[in-house]
Nanobody
Framework: QVQLVESGGGLVQAGGSLRLSCEAS????????MGWFRQAPGKEREFVAA????????DYAQSVKGRFTISRDGAKNTVYLQMNSLKPEDTAVYYC???????????????????WGQGTQVTVSS
């Protein structure tokens, strides 16, 4: 059974940084695609970033490009989201997701991801 456990959320002032971690277990993830999504109160869950585990290809939502970096550590089965220059509008619950079957062109959609973590709260104060 695949499990995804996020950590690293918290309260930070605008302009600050946080690093989220997603520890994956239950499979060999070398052929998976991993994504980060977020959901703010009253809003739909939205794509933030994705990484193809095998070749390291990444993609980002336009709103975070240049500020966030997604990476993975194969030895630790962990995916990271480094978030810099945080803004109040980045406040949300951040979710890690994994897919063994995802076709890369669908990476921004929720449906292709079979596994989800429980989420971690990120709050950015102004």
């Amino acid at each position: 059974q695949v499990q995804l456990v996020e950590s690293g959320g918290g309260l930070v002032q605008a302009g600050g940084s946080l690093r989220l971690s997603c520890e994956a277990s239950g499979r060999t993830f070398s052929s998976y695609a991993m994504g980060w999504f977020r959901q703010a109160p009253g809003k739909e869950r939205e794509f933030v970033a994705a990484i193809n585990w095998s070749d390291g290809i990444t993609d980002y939502a336009q709103s975070v490009k240049g500020r966030f970096t997604i990476s993975r550590d194969g030895a630790k089965n962990t995916v990271y989201l480094q978030m810099n220059s945080l803004k109040p509008e980045d406040t949300a619950v951040y979710y890690c997701a994994a897919s063994a079957k995802l076709q890369w062109f669908t990476r921004v959609r929720l449906n292709p991801y079979e596994y989800w973590g429980q989420g971690t709260q990120v709050t950015v104060s102004s």
